[in-house]
């Protein structure tokens, strides 16, 4: 609590409510910007083009970093292995490069896929709820975040229907 602030209990909400979807949040405006840069942009992306981008944007930066982040708070390191799996998979605050990583190569696959959308939305939220899942490069926390992720992309490309559902206030505020 910031000294000469009184006691507001309504703060106290707000910072939870705030804290509670953050990071969902972020995996959502990504996705949204995602959908905006094929949707609008008419960006050509190919999943080899998308590989080397995001790995060049998102795996790197985690290596280079997670290293910096080592070298900075580590006082012992484990094995080689262990210390290189643990470099790749991002130390520390690093873990969510790799998730957004996973979540633009899902939704790319997602993408070609073809089924009805709400059978997608379906499966992603199902693998969701089972992302304690150990898997390997943070998949499991993409397992998580990528219903939010894919979600907006969704909300992105049907963003007119949901404007003309959604048009009075009231029903802004309800959704």
Same mark, same amino acid.
């Given at each position: 609590?910031p000294?000469?602030?009184?006691?507001?209990?309504?703060?106290?909400?707000? *910072?939870?409510?705030s804290f509670?979807?953050?990071?969902?949040?972020?995996?959502?405006?990504?996705?949204?910007?995602?959908?905006?840069q094929?949707?609008? #942009?008419?960006?050509?992306?190919?999943f080899?083009?998308?590989?080397?981008?995001?790995?060049?944007?998102?795996?790197?930066?985690?290596?280079v970093?997670s290293?910096?982040?080592?070298?900075?708070?580590?006082?012992?390191f484990?094995?080689?292995?262990?210390?290189?799996?643990?470099?790749?998979?991002?130390?520390?605050?690093?873990?969510? &490069?790799?998730?957004?990583?996973?979540?633009? &190569?899902?939704?790319?696959l997602?993408?070609?896929?073809?089924?009805?959308?709400?059978?997608?939305?379906? #499966?992603?939220?199902?693998?969701s709820?089972?992302?304690?899942?150990?898997?390997?490069? *943070?998949?499991?926390?993409?397992?998580?975040?990528?219903?939010?992720?894919?979600?907006?992309?969704?909300?992105?490309?049907?963003?007119?229907?949901?404007?003309?559902?959604?048009?009075?206030?009231?029903?802004?505020?309800?959704?």
């Open positions: 609590m000294e000469g602030i009184g006691n507001v209990r309504s703060y106290f909400w707000v *910072q939870k409510a509670a979807f953050m990071l969902e949040m972020f995996a959502f405006i990504s996705g949204y910007l995602f959908a905006y094929i949707n609008e #942009l008419k960006k050509k992306i190919t080899r083009s998308l590989l080397k981008d995001k790995f060049k944007r998102l795996i790197i930066p985690c290596i970093f290293v910096l982040y080592a070298a900075i708070f580590y006082d012992k484990p094995g080689f292995i262990s210390f290189v799996y643990k470099i790749c998979s991002g130390i520390g605050h690093m873990w969510f &490069l790799n998730m957004l990583f996973w979540c633009f &190569l899902g939704t790319y997602l993408l070609k896929i073809k089924i009805r959308e709400g059978v997608k939305i379906v #499966l992603l939220f199902l693998l709820i089972f992302s304690f899942i150990p898997l390997p490069f *943070q998949m499991t926390s993409t397992l998580y975040y990528m219903f939010f992720f894919y979600l907006s992309f969704l909300v992105f490309r049907n963003k007119e229907t949901l404007i003309n559902k959604f048009a009075n206030v009231k029903s802004i505020i309800i959704f």
